[in-house]
C-alpha cells in the first residue's frame, strides 16, 4: 500500500525534473547563441595598438594610408585588414572571393546571405549602399560589426571602433 501512493508522487517528480531539464536546455541554447558585442576578431582586440598587432600577426604584406594588408597563404584569394586612424585600431576586416567556412562571427562566414546575417543580429542599424549599387555594407553598431555584401551574398565581415566611426565601402557610398 505504501508502495503505490508513493507511485504518483515519483511520476510527477520526473515530470518535473524533465520539464526543467528541458527548459534549460533550451534557454542554455538560446543565451549562447544570441548577438553579443564583439571587442576581438583575429585574435586582435580593438584596444590594441600598432606594436601589438606588428607583435601578434607579423609584418603586413602590404600597407597602405593607414591600412595594413595580411594576404593568407596559399589562399590569395583572401585576406585580413587592420585599419588606423590615429594610430588606434578602427576596423579589422577579413575577406574572401569564394565562400569561407573557417573565418566567421558569430556564426557568419564569407558566402552568407543578407537573410543569414539579419537572422543573427536582426535589423541592421544602418547600411550603406555603393553609387553603382551593387555592393551594400550592414552596419550594426550595437554589436561593432560589419559586413559587406555583393550579389546578396557576405563578402567581407569584420569589427569596428564606434568610436573611430564606420567602416566604408568606396567613395561615393550612400546611407540608409
Given at each position: 500500500m505504501a508502495i503505490s501512493s508513493?507511485?504518483?508522487k515519483i511520476i510527477v517528480y520526473i515530470s518535473a525534473i524533465v520539464v526543467i531539464g528541458v527548459f534549460t536546455l533550451v534557454g542554455y541554447e538560446w543565451w549562447g547563441n544570441r548577438a553579443k558585442i564583439e571587442r576581438t576578431f583575429w585574435e586582435i582586440c580593438l584596444t590594441d595598438t600598432q606594436d601589438?598587432?606588428?607583435f601578434k600577426k607579423g609584418k603586413?604584406?602590404?600597407t597602405?594610408?593607414?591600412?595594413w594588408h595580411y594576404a593568407q597563404e596559399p589562399q590569395v584569394d583572401?585576406?585580413?585588414?587592420?585599419?588606423?586612424k590615429d594610430k588606434k585600431i578602427k576596423f579589422i576586416a577579413f575577406g574572401?572571393?569564394?565562400p569561407n567556412s573557417l573565418v566567421s562571427i558569430q556564426g557568419i562566414h564569407v558566402g552568407d546571405s543578407s537573410e543569414a546575417v539579419e537572422r543573427q543580429f536582426g535589423k541592421c542599424s544602418q547600411v550603406v549602399s555603393?553609387?553603382?549599387k551593387l555592393r551594400r555594407l550592414y552596419?550594426?553598431?550595437?554589436?561593432n560589426v560589419f559586413f559587406a555584401l555583393e550579389q546578396n551574398k557576405v563578402q567581407t565581415l569584420g569589427i569596428f571602433n564606434p568610436d573611430l566611426g564606420a567602416p566604408k565601402l568606396t567613395e561615393g557610398e550612400e546611407g540608409t
Open positions: 508513493l507511485k504518483p601589438d598587432v606588428l603586413p604584406t602590404e597602405n594610408n593607414g591600412r583572401s585576406s585580413y585588414g587592420v585599419f588606423f574572401a572571393l569564394q555603393s553609387a553603382d552596419l550594426y553598431q550595437k554589436y
